[in-house]
């Protein structure tokens, strides 16, 4: 096979921008007529031979080369195979791959992101200066959970409080540990016992914690057993396995699934229903509401999850954060239907032979579609 | 029909058949197999954490060369978290919480906000190619209403007085119909892995088929 160094056959490599490193571009451009392959070979500083890394794509004459090491230098060669010969086009100064600090890619979703900061912290001042001006509407699981833990304690039947199968980062594991609480204050002043199983060991650690602390300002420090707030597995189906095991052998006389679930929320709600609990849920998990919707008594539906530990501990912040979302939520509202009004008016514009409106319209929603890619 | 002469075909079909028995009502042998399950899962979560974290993240970059002392930083902080089985020192466990909720939110908040929020507001939008058919129009007009209608009933600031309370109760009838689509998706797949463990009792246990 001839190889020959055209001049018109080139390629350049550059550190891919906007990225966490471990990455250079390699561009090739005037790919001959005919071409059915651009192999691609690389040099690392201190060797002598080049290997082969990958395929340039024709199409879009460029190849991400995603296997190099950061500070490392390399050179990079470029081979064009047409049917009957080579063409080889190679870039003359080392390149080397680093991270970026900013991702320049996501600037519209850092400015959202500060409109946001911005409205809550306002919000959160605002609902220190007073906290019962901001109002959160009523949300009847709440209102409900009385009822439960009463319904509980006059059956002489303990409450079973399942926190989900999410680690403490999960803002639906937070919210239960607020909600779980509240139910933990008024099983002390019922004088009732609860029974607190968990997936994972740091949010048992927690919830332990904050039962003592609802045990206590219930005036009922004593009542607290430790015991009843335990570990089960960390292994979704075990989980399932043993809190359908504690429903049964226990007969709890109200239910609260609140935090995250998987595919386990249907066997739990399934199990608490079949020995006829009273059963309250909450989840963030989107996908997994379907199921409490069908099996529980009353349901916390994703960000009402939030809005019901805001609701409960009048907490500034958690009370400014959802006067925040929902100012957003408007301003979502207004950008959607100020959206659909100016692009109903740029398709009659277009239509009378005026395209200005509709480029304009484009170019929004480019700039949405590059936010959100 | 020939019956399998693999213990381990036995041991799943038996262990299989035990928690089944649960249909009928709790029983010593539904409560051997949750006991085998939970104790086996806890055993396997540990050895997985050990062989997939302390071990190649924390035993051989410290140990062996080249020795990455810069983990001594982060493993510090997750040591703290036993903190918490000392009464004096169970404050620490604060630090590496912090860190953990923190980090983690910094990195979820951005994505959620890319893929939730700015991606549905740009399919929102009504475009004339969503106009194409008589289809696609009634589907761009129930998105962008029940879109709408959703986040109504999603707000939790204001009284839900007049129009708002009836966007709200549209907002919740377009929720119900999702959730019972969701619903019937997954009682599919369940009864396709109910059909799975039939498929294994009578196949490769019994050998009837």
């Known amino acids: ?373 | 029909m020939s019956i399998s002469t693999s213990i381990w075909v036995w041991i799943a079909a038996l262990l299989t058949l035990m928690v089944y028995s649960f249909l009928y009502k709790d029983n010593p042998f539904y409560r051997l197999a949750e006991h085998i399950f939970m104790g086996l899962s806890l055993g396997y979560t540990l050895t997985i954490l050990w062989y997939n974290y302390i071990i190649p993240r924390v035993y051989e970059p410290l140990f062996l060369p080249p020795h990455q002392w810069s983990l001594i930083f982060p493993i510090l902080l997750g040591l703290m978290t036993f903190g918490i089985f000392s009464k004096k020192y169970n404050w620490l466990i604060k630090y590496p919480l912090a860190f953990y909720v923190g980090g983690y939110a910094g990195l979820r908040i951005p994505l959620l906000l890319q893929s939730w929020i700015i991606r549905q507001v740009e399919a929102s939008f009504l475009t004339p190619d969503k106009f194409t058919s008589v289809y696609s129009s009634i589907n761009a007009i129930l998105i962008f209403v029940g879109l709408v209608t959703t986040l109504i009933y999603f707000y939790f600031s204001k009284k839900r007085e007049h129009g708002f309370g009836a966007a709200a109760n549209v907002g919740i009838i377009f929720i119900m119909v999702a959730f019972g689509a969701a619903f019937g998706y997954t009682v599919m797949a369940r009864i396709s892995l109910l059909i799975g463990r039939m498929q294994f009792l009578i196949q490769e246990w019994l050998g009837i088929m």
């Not at chain 1, 809190?243 to 006389?253: A, L, T």
């Not at chain 1, 609990?277 to 960000?303: K, M, R, S, W």
Request: proline share 4%; hydrophobic share 45%.
């Open chain 1, 1 to 373: 096979m001839i190889f020959l160094l055209i001049l018109s056959f080139s390629i350049s490599a550059k550190d891919t921008p906007d990225d966490a490193g471990g990455s250079i571009t390699i561009n090739a451009y005037n790919i001959p007529e005919g071409t059915q392959r651009i192999l691609l070979y690389r040099l690392a500083g201190g060797d002598t031979i080049y290997e082969e890394v990958g395929l340039i794509s024709i199409f879009k004459g460029e190849y991400d080369d995603a296997s190099v090491v950061d500070g490392m230098e390399y050179l990079y060669r470029g081979k064009a195979i047409t049917e009957d010969r080579a063409y080889v086009a190679e870039i003359k100064e080392y390149i080397s791959s680093s991270p970026e600090w900013f991702n320049k890619s996501r600037t519209s979703v850092l400015l959202l992101l500060i409109l946001f900061w911005v409205v809550v912290l306002i919000y959160i001042q605002l609902a220190k200066k007073n906290p019962e001006g901001l109002f959160i509407r009523r949300l009847p699981p709440l209102e409900a959970m009385d009822e439960a833990v009463g319904r509980a304690t006059e059956m002489g039947k303990p409450v079973l409080y399942v926190p989900g199968i999410e680690y403490i980062t999960d803002a639906g594991t937070l919210a239960s540990i607020t909600i779980l609480e509240m139910v933990g204050k008024k099983v002390a002043e019922y004088d009732t016992r609860i029974i607190n199983p968990h997936f994972d060991p740091i949010v048992m650690t927690i919830a332990q914690e904050t039962l003592k602390t609802a045990f206590s300002e219930a005036g009922r420090p004593d009542a607290f057993n430790k015991d009843d707030v335990f570990y089960l597995t960390s292994e979704q189906f075990g989980f399932a396995a043993g809190v359908d095991g504690i429903m049964h052998r226990e007969k709890p006389g109200a239910i609260f699934l609140q935090g995250y679930f998987y595919a386990e929320s249907l066997i739990l709600a399934e199990t608490g229903y079949s020995i006829g609990a009273i059963q309250i849920a909450g989840t963030n998990a989107t996908t997994q509401l379907p199921f409490f919707v069908a099996a529980c008594d009353y349901v916390l539906l994703g960000e009402e999850m939030f809005a019901a530990s805001a609701y409960i501990s009048r907490e500034p912040r958690l009370l400014g954060s959802i006067k925040g979302a929902d100012l957003v939520k408007s301003a979502l509202l207004i950008l959607i239907g100020a959206g659909v009004i100016f692009g109903t008016i740029a398709f009659i514009a277009d239509n009378a032979g005026n395209p200005t409106y509709m480029e304009i319209f484009n170019k929004i929603l480019e700039f949405l579609a590059r936010a959100a890619s």
